[in-house]
Structure formats: structure tokens, C-alpha cells
């Protein structure tokens, strides 16, 4: 998620809840109701977000981790492809005797 989309969020979520307290006397609800209201809902919501937030930290799915992985499995692949490149263009004396020396040296 980006940053603007997250003020975007954060703007529709204060609208609701100025036009919910605005809006909530021709409900026939009181001003003390209504701000009660209104502030359980923005704690739910707080607190569901930093849940969210942890449980995504514990899991590993940051953005951040997202991208590491793939970029190291890009990386990897590129790698694997070079070494395979050059063990193909070498004779096959050479092959085997670099496939010896890995076993013997593991």
C-alpha cells in the first residue's frame, strides 16, 4: 500500500466520522452517544490496523521482505544461468575435472 493511498484512507475514514457525529441528531441520537460511538470505532479501528500491521511483521509479508524475495530469486536465477553458461562452454576434461574437485571438496 502506498502513502497516498493510506491518506486517502485516513481522509475517508475522518469524513465518516465527522459526517456519522454531524449527521447523528436526526437519528435522534445524543451528542455524549454519538462521540462515544465514534471513538469506539476509531480505537476498533486502530487497533485492527497495528493487529494487521504485527501479524504481517510476524509472518514476513512487509513490503520490503516482498520485494527482497524476489529480487534475490531474480538474482539467483541470473547467477545460475551465468555458472551454467560458462561450466557448458568449457571441454568436457574440464567439466569433470571441476566436477571431481566439488566432490571431493564439498
Known amino acids: ?12 475514514i475522518s469524513l465518516l ?5 454531524k449527521l447523528s441528531p ?21 487497533i485492527t490496523w497495528i493487529s494487521s500491521y504485527i501479524f504481517r511483521v510476524v509472518n514476513g509479508k ?12 531474480e538474482y539467483e536465477k541470473i547467477v545460475n544461468d551465468k555458472l551454467e553458461s560458462k561450466f557448458n562452454s568449457l571441454s568436457k576434461e574440464e567439466q569433470e575435472k571441476l566436477m571431481e574437485d566439488l566432490e ?3
Open 104 to 106: 571431493k571438496n564439498p
Open 26 to 46: 436526526q437519528f435522534g441520537i445524543d451528542n455524549f452517544t454519538a462521540s462515544t460511538i465514534s471513538n469506539f470505532i476509531l480505537i476498533f479501528i486502530v
Open 1 to 12: 500500500m502506498t502513502k497516498g493511498k493510506v491518506v486517502q484512507i485516513g481522509l475517508l
Open 62 to 73: 512487509m513490503t520490503f521482505m516482498e520485494q527482497r524475495r524476489r529480487y534475490r530469486k
Open 17 to 21: 466520522g465527522i459526517l456519522s457525529y
